[in-house]
């Protein structure tokens, strides 16, 4: 079956930086957008980054662009978010999801990332 199991998530201080990263098993990965997902206790669901299949096409909101970057290695079936100069509202739960920019079908558990200021 579908699993994405995320990973990377921890306590960072504000200006810090992590990396999380998406594994994913039982479906051809080429073939699926990945997305990063980011849920804050009291706040609605928020996609922080979307990638292409293949050809390395991305997309960010501007809550996160130009700080945070995905990327994908197909031949290993894991994504990755990059998350640079982190602030305290990027604390939230972070998920992976597949795919993106339409519905997402499958989620991974979550790994929570919490920023100190």
């Known amino acids: 079956e579908v699993q994405l199991v995320e990973s990377g998530g921890g306590l960072v201080q504000a200006g810090g930086s992590l990396r999380l990263s998406c594994a994913a098993s039982?479906?051809?990965?080429?073939?699926?957008?990945v997305g990063w997902f980011r849920q804050a206790p009291g706040k609605e669901r928020e996609g922080v980054s979307c990638?292409?299949?293949?050809?390395?096409?991305?997309y960010y909101p501007d809550s996160v662009k130009g700080r945070f970057t995905t990327s994908r290695d197909n031949a290993k079936n894991t994504a990755y978010l990059q998350m640079n100069s982190l602030k305290p509202e990027d604390t939230a739960v972070y998920y992976c999801g597949v795919p993106c920019g339409v519905r997402t079908a499958y989620w991974g558990q979550g790994t929570q990332v919490t920023v100190s200021s």
């Open positions: 990638i292409s299949p293949s050809d390395g096409s991305t």
């Open positions: 039982g479906f051809r990965f080429d073939d699926y957008s």
